[in-house]
């Protein structure tokens, strides 16, 4: 093959850059998890610069023309290819993310990064002394930056379309707010319908809980899971995320309340889920775009599958809570099952996104998405922001934030980051949650039987062979269609919803 | 000033330079620091490429033919400043770290570090097994490769010269060989007068010590020496070191025996000696080559220092046994302060290096410094390696190995790096730590009794200023002759140990 002859050195020579680049990302990414867990406080000017440092070393050398160059000399071989095979989608997916990075001048990164620490500093004390109107500057800032991003990538239907690209590569708004509007219209009669039934109780989630207990149960839970501490370790942080340096070692982070059970275990299965996914990426990929998890969609839908469908499941806690009630007997020793199982799914119209409940979860985001829409297309002025906030709040559940600090101010990513491409993928996660899960309790009707007497293989093995040993190669929507059989759909998370809190409510 | 409105850009496009390459060290020295501390077992093949890519683009940039051309540029200009200032220095050791640098052809490098990588392999087994003769072939090639390293370095006195100037810069094998000699004169004679004596008793530390109240006593004391737990930490691991990322973050590694209390606490010491080293470093070199020790030698001084000259002192206990007792009562509540002294400054022939009293320990190191100039001459052959070492243990210290595993096999040196320049720093450092002492308390006198009420801020303000602060501005030679008035000599260590052991031992 005289194609194979001229290709096979220049796929070897783009392999042996993307090594060297991701290399210097996964110093950058130890880098950032020694700061959020081990770092002494001293240490942080120095880690600011040394990560910058090879974030700008590693773009230098990912949008070095040479890479261009190879990726377009490349082009025929990759079309001899089957679409779906190893060399053309790696070839496919690093044009891809090259395509994205050169659009970008490095000054406009530059000027973007500096504006967002900055308007993320004013954000800390706006939100803490209950000020929009300091931030409010920044943030018209951030959206004009936001619109000058989207603008690098002309021809888009929607202004918003790049930046839920950068996050959720081959959805856009028409496709989301498809989505998104039959799902609230779904939702809030069933918030409301719940809301008109009593409160349940979950005092018994706020007693005191050790830490070294919460965090021995967890470790327990999360190796029972699947989570290979070979290949991962856990340790503490401000703020839980999932990080990898190498498909041989994807680590979590957490955090503990002493006063409040669900904080840690339920934040750790989530991370868990995440890193599931990561270590089950195929080791073929090691070291190159394609290792990792393909949408931030259809990462959430991991973290969201095993913390909530696995998690907060009667199966999973006919197994467990014994266990639980061993570790914690004078706290639960007298909690029935039963109760514990309806104080972990309480639901309740709440102000906090990221302590809502699953019912409830995704009007929250449905919010924001819904206003940064209206930002970016210059139909709100962030003056009006707060008031449309708060109107939203009480027109979808029912009730007003009492000021703006635990209301607009709440979340950090409109003032730490852009403004639109942030929100989306928790909601889609969550859709695609409830449809990865019933596919594959539809392949294995057994699996909630296992995972009530302690085994997760089944599901493990399932989610390893149809979605994580592939890693970016395919789409998000190519996934969804490959592995459910039909595109990304609200029906599986409704029924899902419907089924598990009509029971509890008896609605 | 024409000169310097053409020189101003260029000193800070090298500084500029020097930081990216620096930011770039640091990564990989965290890289490294995680994987001796908590890394999960399956990272360790990336983690292996991860630290070899940054250590290449590291070189690489380094020895970019533009940094050599801003120091040519700049070579007037440092010539108009004070030897001393921190522009000249900074240029001057940028040049020198450079030459040596650019003088190593990177594909002799590549197979210099495979080759020590297989001699390492081949060693550990052979070690495990007492079988110097598989090892000897590889060691056959590390020899022939050090001789070639060193002849990058043309010019020199005696081949190990530019070997020495690696670790120990102003060094040379005359310099050194003529204080060693001295050296070995005054100690053999006064190992012979001690072995002729009782041997302490030093049972009292062989009790069983919880690794955690061990560790929770190392933290207070070394917070109490002046360790900045602001600006570092401590962790555990196999092999202790002392590790830094930038003067706001310089951290401590240390192990722990349950069975033997001499090991955790005063490695702990030693490593903090050289972090006081680190964090004493001008904040004005921040990420300069100027940032850091400026000798081997001199590096072992204050990790000696601290962990016999002060740590293994009368006043030091006397401060220091009450709590010790308080923390561990049931085993040393009925152990005096005497007893417990007499312990951990017993002097014994031993085989093993790292194990080695303050006496003897510099005749192991002599013996391996003879060695291996001996090898690098053509005098001795490999094959020959293990009779001479015998033969030396025989003469030095009246023992001779039963093995070759706890003989010529002992040191990982020579087996993972280059013979010739390694080993001796260890000396160096301990007859500088003497020196260095002895002007300290000739300065202020009252330093011993401070230090038996707890108080180590005159004698860690007395090293800030005269050592720490100049970071690698002055070489060993340089900073001892400032320090101390006159040149590195024996005779303070002599006379360190004379005075200390004649008083223990009666002689």
Redesign the interface.
């Known amino acids: 093959m005289q194609t194979l002859e001229k290709t096979e050195p220049k796929l070897a020579q783009l392999k042996t850059l993307l090594?060297?680049i991701n290399?210097?990302e996964?110093?950058?990414s130890?880098?950032y998890w020694?700061q959020a867990t081990?770092?002494?406080?001293?240490?942080?000017?120095?880690?600011g610069?040394?990560l910058a440092?090879?974030a700008q070393?590693a773009h230098t050398k990912f949008t070095d023309p040479q890479i261009g160059q190879l990726l377009e000399d490349l082009r025929p071989y990759e079309q001899s290819l089957a679409y779906d095979s190893d060399e053309a989608s790696l070839i496919r997916i690093t044009r891809h993310d090259y395509e994205r990075a050169v659009n970008i001048p490095p000054a406009f990164t530059a000027k973007f990064s500096q504006h967002t620490a900055e308007c993320y500093e004013v954000w800390a004390k706006a939100r803490a002394t209950n000020d929009f109107a300091t931030v409010a500057p920044y943030l018209e800032k951030t959206l004009e930056l936001s619109r000058d991003r989207a603008n690098f990538f002309p021809g888009y239907e929607h202004i918003a379309d790049p930046l839920i690209a950068d996050a959720d590569y081959g959805m856009t708004v028409k496709s989301v707010r498809s989505l998104f509007t039959q799902l609230r219209q779904e939702l809030v009669p069933i918030v409301e319908a719940i809301a008109s039934q009593p409160v349940a109780d979950a005092s018994c989630l706020h007693q005191h809980f050790p830490e070294a207990e919460q965090l021995d149960f967890s470790f327990k839970v999360i190796e029972q899971l699947g989570y290979?501490?070979?290949?991962?370790?856990q340790?503490k942080t401000l703020h839980p995320f999932m990080i990898k340096?190498?498909?041989?070692?994807v680590?979590i982070t957490t955090r503990v309340r002493e006063n409040d059970l669900n904080e840690g275990l339920f934040s750790t299965i989530h991370e868990t889920g995440h890193a599931l996914y990561e270590q089950g990426v195929s080791r073929a990929y090691?070291?190159t775009p394609l290792a990792g998890g393909t949408s931030a969609g259809v990462h959430e839908s991991q973290s969201r599958l095993w913390e909530n469908m696995v998690g907060r499941s009667r199966p999973f806690w006919k197994c467990f809570y014994p266990q639980l009630q061993e570790t914690f007997p004078q706290q639960l020793g007298k909690v029935d099952l039963e109760t514990f199982y309806r104080a972990i799914n309480k639901v309740e119209r709440s102000l906090i996104r990221t302590d809502a409940d699953e019912v409830t979860y995704n009007l929250h985001v449905l919010i924001r998405f819904d206003l940064e829409l209206q930002l970016l297309e210059g139909k709100l002025a962030i003056r009006d922001l707060p008031d449309a906030w708060n109107e939203r709040y009480k027109s979808d559940l029912g009730i007003t934030p009492p000021n703006d600090s635990i209301g607009v101010l709440q979340d950090v990513h409109w003032y730490g980051g852009a403004i639109g491409g942030a929100f989306q993928g928790y909601t889609l996660g969550n859709l695609m949650s409830a449809q990865f899960f019933a596919t594959a309790t539809q392949a294995h009707p057994e699996i909630p039987q296992q995972i009530a007497s302690g085994n997760f293989t089944t599901l493990h093995d399932w989610l390893k062979q149809n979605l994580y040993q592939h890693g970016r190669k395919y789409t998000a929507a190519e996934l969804i269609q490959r592995v459910t059989g039909s595109p990304l759909q609200i029906e599986p998370f409704i029924s899902y919803i419907k089924q598990k809190f009509g029971e509890l409510y008896g609605i």
């Not at 290979?228 to 370790?233: L, S």
């Not at 340096?245 to 070692?249: A, H, L, N, Y």
């Open positions: 090594t060297e290399d210097i996964s110093a950058a130890l880098l020694d081990y770092m002494p406080p001293e240490g942080a000017a120095a880690r610069r040394q440092t090879l070393i290979d501490f070979q290949r991962g370790r340790d340096f190498s498909t041989g070692d680590r090691e070291a």
